[in-house]
T-cell receptor
Framework: GQNIDQPTEMTATEGAIVQINCTYQTSGFNGLFWYQQHAGEAPTFLSYNVLDGLEEKGRFSSFLSRSKGYSYLLLKELQMKDSASYLCAVMDSNYQLIWGAGTKLIIKP | GAVVSQHPSRVICKSGTSVKIECRSLDFQATTMFWYRQFPKQSLMLMATSNEGSKATYEQGVEKDKFLINHASLTLSTLTVTSAHPEDSSFYIC????????????FGPGTRLLVL
């Protein structure tokens, strides 16, 4: 079956760095996405990785290892507004998104 | 980036009534639209995939007679929750994808449904 695993909840301190991991097993692979979702809102796109390596975009970076079925989202210089759920999603061979359950990130001052 | 709208953003209805939610792609043609449901503190659950001009493909466990999906044009898809019950209360989100770019889905802002 298809499976996406990520931690349920993480806590970090304002100004610090946090890494959210995601492992996956899917039928086919057409890329891995990270989305941010604030409570009561729809997800917003953060990053897309289809090749191995690190993609950096400002304070956020995303890494992918296809051979390991592994990705992480790295958030630097954490701000209070970064408190949200972070969803890992993999696009399978049918171009359908398979979603993880999301990681709730709590930022403390 | 591409914009997807949903209407209404919030709806409260009585049990037994039907509710229609619209999803529109405002600046691109959406050959495929997806409907998701999200319960509190849970991830998105794909309900169905609709391609313009054809019948929607429903995920296992989703009742097609209860959740009617119409994708009549390249910019509009509707989800009708028929005979709504309190357990249908949820956050419904649509996303749209153009044929040119299969890797990208653009999400609507979501519709919060509360059935009393």
């Amino acid at each position: 079956g298809q499976n996406i695993d990520q931690p349920t909840e993480m806590t970090a301190t304002e100004g610090a760095i946090v890494q959210i991991n995601c492992t996956y097993q899917t039928s086919g692979f057409n890329g891995l996405f990270w989305y941010q979702q604030h409570a009561g809102e729809a997800p917003t796109f953060l990053s897309y990785n289809v090749l191995d390596g690190l993609e950096e975009k400002g304070r956020f970076s995303s890494f992918l290892s296809r051979s390991k079925g592994y990705s992480y989202l790295l958030l630097k210089e954490l701000q209070m507004k970064d408190s949200a759920s972070y969803l890992c999603a993999v696009m399978d061979s049918n171009y359908q998104l398979i979603w993880g359950a999301g990681t709730k990130l709590i930022i403390k001052p | 980036g591409a914009v997807v709208s949903q209407h209404p953003s919030r709806v409260i209805c009585k049990s037994g009534t039907s509710v229609k939610i619209e999803c529109r792609s405002l600046d691109f043609q959406a050959t495929t639209m997806f409907w998701y449901r999200q319960f509190p503190k849970q991830s998105l659950m794909l309900m169905a995939t609709s391609n313009e001009g054809s019948k929607a493909t429903y995920e296992q466990g989703v009742e097609k007679d209860k959740f009617l999906i119409n994708h009549a044009s390249l910019t509009l898809s509707t989800l009708t929750v028929t005979s709504a019950h309190p357990e249908d209360s949820s956050f419904y989100i649509c996303s749209a994808r153009s044929g040119d770019n299969q890797e990208t889905q653009y999400f609507g802002p979501g519709t919060r449904l509360l059935v009393l």
